[in-house]
């Protein structure tokens, strides 16, 4: 799947519209990030911690109303920002499972950002 860095997203696919949070695990310890866009192909980052572009590292998800996921991923950019460093991760070995799982996350967001906050159909 190809990751646009240009937006860092994926084209195709819908991105989350709820406060997301995530966890990166570096070599250097575990990191607080608020995820500024999210696809099935990658995410935005926003938090204090700069990452080193090309490197490795786990995501921890924290999708509102799912469970968490982990996912492997690499550093693609990293820029300072006002609110503190814009990272932007493309994430690798995504097996169907978790595409799945990142996929209903966003088509649930969509649903409730439709329906003013409610969610139709619970999954």
């Known amino acids: 799947m ?13 991105q989350t519209l709820s406060p997301t949070e995530a966890v990166v695990a570096t070599n250097r310890g575990l990191f607080d990030y608020a995820v500024r866009g999210l696809s099935v192909g990658g995410a935005t980052l926003v938090g204090r911690e700069a990452l080193v572009a090309t490197a490795y590292v786990e995501v921890i998800l924290r999708l509102p109303l799912y469970p968490e996921v982990r ?12 609110d503190g460093f814009e990272v932007g991760v493309a994430f690798k070995h995504v097996d169907d499972r978790t595409e799945d799982h990142i996929q209903s996350a966003l088509l649930s967001e969509l649903e409730r950002s439709q329906s003013g906050g409610r969610v139709a159909d619970i999954l």
């Not at 996912?71 to 990293?78: F, P, T, Y």
Request: charged fraction near 30%.
């Open 2 to 14: 190809q990751f646009d860095t240009a937006h860092r997203t994926h084209p195709r696919h819908p």
């Open 71 to 82: 996912i492997s991923a690499e550093v693609l950019d990293c820029t300072e920002a006002e």
